[in-house]
């Protein structure tokens, strides 16, 4: 009942103020879509509520009171404050603004993310981004983030709105120095000669699948002195040569085109990783959340790591 009141003295507040800046209860009612009638409804039953009358009125012509004049200066500076407030809470709703969290995987927070935020940040100059990188998986809600990117083979049922960026290959290196010690494996079996290093962020880190070119795959049990829950740390541990690692294409792109890394196994494929944008699903997606998954589209669109 409460509100109702609130509601219907904010009305008759603007009833007020269309009467006394148009000179007329009739250019009023037009200027509000309301009638004669309930405009002049509103403001007696706003005198009445005050118990003073706001307005002389003649047949032809109407004059504010002292006190009505007292109250219609009151009345505008609360009507131009909430107008004030709305065109806020609209400009905050059209632009992006504010602090967006972030959650992302390790590696690529460090080697891809920070690459480019610096020009999202120049885009919108009133965002602020406070990005966590690590390589555990975060309750977007419980944790406070807004927005994360993933980097996963499949994605776990959840509430979340998923949208696919790019695709990044899984990729078998060795450096040439270790290469030239050991030899260079043919096919997936002469692995297990080798020293593999293998990374624990999956769910079985020792088996590596291989597909051949007819699609037929074969899963080999590797072992290695170096496991490791960053592909950071295989990355580099592969080019002071210790051994062979499987990796995302993204870590490793600038190694293989400089030769510091070979690919190993051309013939055979790892399955490969998407990266996608998670989001809380909300009727109204926060500007700064949606300038940011458009924003990274961008970016890869059509991107490759080879």
């Not at 003073?52 to 009125?57: A, E, G, I, V």
């Not at 593999?196 to 899963?219: K, N, S």
């Not at 690692?245 to 790892?270: M, N």
Request: with cysteine; hydrophobic share 45%; proline share 4%.
């Amino acid at each position: 009942m409460n509100d109702i009141v609130r509601m219907d003295q904010l009305a008759a507040l603007r009833a007020l103020r269309k009467v006394v800046e148009l000179g007329s209860f009739t250019a009023a009612a037009e200027a509000l879509g309301l009638s004669h009638t309930a405009i002049s409804r509103q403001i007696a039953q706003l005198e009445a509520k005050l118990g003073s009358q706001l307005l002389n009125r003649t047949t032809r012509r109407f004059a504010l009171t002292e006190a009505g004049k007292q109250y219609y200066e009151a009345c505008k500076q609360i009507l131009d404050a909430l107008d004030a407030a709305d065109r806020a809470v609209s400009d905050h709703q059209a632009r992006p603004a504010g602090t967006l969290r972030i959650n992302a995987p390790m590696a690529f927070g460090t080697l891809e993310l920070a690459e480019w935020l610096p020009d999202f940040l120049a885009r919108y100059p009133e965002l602020q981004v406070d990005l966590v990188c690590n390589d555990r998986i975060v309750d977007l809600i419980e944790d406070g983030f807004d927005v994360a990117l993933r980097l996963t083979r499949e994605l776990p049922d959840s509430t979340l709105i998923a949208k696919r960026l790019a695709t990044s290959d899984v990729l078998l290196v060795a450096s040439p120095q270790y290469l030239a010690r050991h030899g260079t494996p043919q096919t997936p079996q002469d692995l297990l000669a080798h020293n593999c290093m293998t990374y624990t962020q999956v769910l079985r880190p020792q088996d590596w699948t291989f597909i051949d070119a007819d699609g037929v795959a074969q899963t080999i049990a590797v072992r290695g002195t170096l496991q490791a829950n960053t592909g950071i740390a295989l990355r580099t541990a592969a080019l002071r040569g210790l051994g062979v690692a499987t990796t995302a294409s993204f870590i490793v792109h600038e190694d293989l085109k400089a030769g510091r890394l070979v690919k190993l196994l051309p013939a055979y494929a790892l399955k490969p990783r998407e990266l996608y944008a998670l989001y809380p699903h909300n009727r109204h997606l926060s500007p700064k959340v949606r300038a940011f998954v458009d924003y990274a589209a961008d970016v890869y669109r059509g991107r490759r790591w080879d």
